[in-house]
């Protein structure tokens, strides 16, 4: 039976990002070549070609790069969940690591480019799906003013 949309596991080259998510810990794949990031991941650096690029943290703080709120099923196991906001987050360590992802415990009408975001882990369960995955998705950061943009 199919999982999707939720991760494959075992052996993937995912997996210990999803193992950490279950721990609490975001992380994220980082070249012992050239010390990037490499996400997504890969078997080896599209920077340098270094085949070593262990799972570091992260501070789980970056800001918002785009969003969109979605209000039409795309996909029949995602009919429960609308409507959702989903976004691309930079990170603070490095703004190239673009980071897809879930947005919540926010107002989509109150979000802005550049917002200061912190990362938060939510259980995700689909109708009709077996299983559930730990998620690493972000949120407005606590205390920082929405909608705020920088002159
Ligand atoms: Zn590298």
New binding site residues.
């Given amino acids: 039976m199919s999982t999707a949309p939720l991760p494959e596991r075992g052996g993937s080259l995912t997996e210990p990002f999803w193992q950490a998510a279950e721990e609490g810990r975001f992380v994220m794949p980082r ?6 990031y ?1 996400w997504y991941p890969e078997e080896a ?1 599209p ?4 085949n070593e ?1 262990p799972w570091v943290p992260v501070s789980g703080r970056g800001q918002l790069f785009s969003w969109a709120e979605v209000k039409h099923e795309l996909y029949p196991a995602y009919e429960d969940t609308l409507p959702y906001v989903t976004g691309i987050v930079t990170l603070e360590e490095d703004a190239r690591v673009r980071y897809v992802t879930r947005i919540v415990d926010a107002d989509p009408a109150a979000l802005a480019i550049d917002q200061p975001m912190q990362v938060v882990f939510r259980t995700l369960a689909f109708k009709g799906v077996d299983g559930e995955v730990v998620a690493p998705v972000f949120r407005p950061s606590a205390g920082a003013a929405p909608g705020k943009v920088d002159e």
């Fill in positions: 070249c012992s070549g050239c010390a990037r490499v650096c920077h340098c070609g270094e690029i």
